[in-house]
């Protein structure tokens, strides 16, 4: 467990990284996560709790591209007894991906332009005749990711209404108080809309409860009203 803050630019959170407890997140419903471009090569850590930007047209997510901010809450996963949720981030360093698809060499299969000769072939009214899903797809040879790629976040679209419970706030726990309106700064924290930056867009998500996090970190709860 983190003793200290981990974090470089969220300066609410008191130890570890920060944090994301879903109250009403309206993608858990509508379905509207993404986690399929890879994080742009120069983003080396990215917290659940931060927002970034969906940029399909460049095959990235990274802080520049239009369109809203989207919410980073990837799945927690966690390899020894004593660590806790703070201790989690995406870091880049911790990733290598490879392929868009877990198809090819990935399987095991020596020449990936093959695949379709090593497993049975679909029946496409019968699902169950092939233990081998991506049979179906007709996929000769997996999409490989541009060289370097590392991380694949998981990002949810909000929507005005939606709450969360959060730490991930580039600012300091005195300065937020409770109604404050934060939007998303140009390195994808939450903050004051002085300290924003150039990027921030229209998003405005207000502090309606001074909160604590499981672990008893101080946290607020903002709902989305704009």
Not at 118 to 123: E, F, G, K, N
Not at 139 to 145: A, L, N, S, T, V
Request: hydrophobic share 40%.
């Amino acid at each position: 467990m983190a003793k200290s803050r981990l974090s470089e630019k969220a300066l609410y959170v008191e130890r570890g990284y920060g944090q994301v407890e879903p109250n009403h997140l309206s993608a858990q419903r509508t379905g509207q996560i993404y986690a399929q471009l890879p994080a742009k090569d120069d983003i080396a850590v990215l917290e659940n709790g931060q927002f970034v930007k969906y940029n399909y047209a460049e095959g990235v997510v990274d802080f520049e591209g239009p369109g809203e901010w989207m919410l980073v809450f990837n799945e927690v996963k966690l390899y020894r007894d004593h660590l806790d949720y703070n201790d989690f981030a995406m870091i880049a360093t911790d990733y290598v991906s490879r392929v868009y698809s877990p198809v090819g060499e990935l399987r095991g299969i020596a020449n990936a332009r093959n695949y379709q000769d090593v497993v049975t072939p679909a029946d496409p009214y019968e699902p169950t005749s092939t233990e081998d899903p991506f049979t179906i797809t007709q996929w000769e040879i997996p999409k490989f990711m541009p060289e370097g790629t590392r991380m694949v976040p998981r990002v949810f679209k909000t929507n005005v209404g939606d709450i969360f419970t959060t730490n991930t706030i580039a600012e300091q726990q005195n300065d937020v108080e409770l109604g404050a309106e934060l939007v998303v700064g140009d390195d994808g924290y939450l903050c004051l809309a002085a300290n924003a930056g150039d990027n921030a867009g229209d998003m405005v998500w207000q502090v309606v409860k001074i909160y604590t996090l499981p672990d008893r970190q101080k946290a607020v709860k903002v709902m989305r009203i704009a």
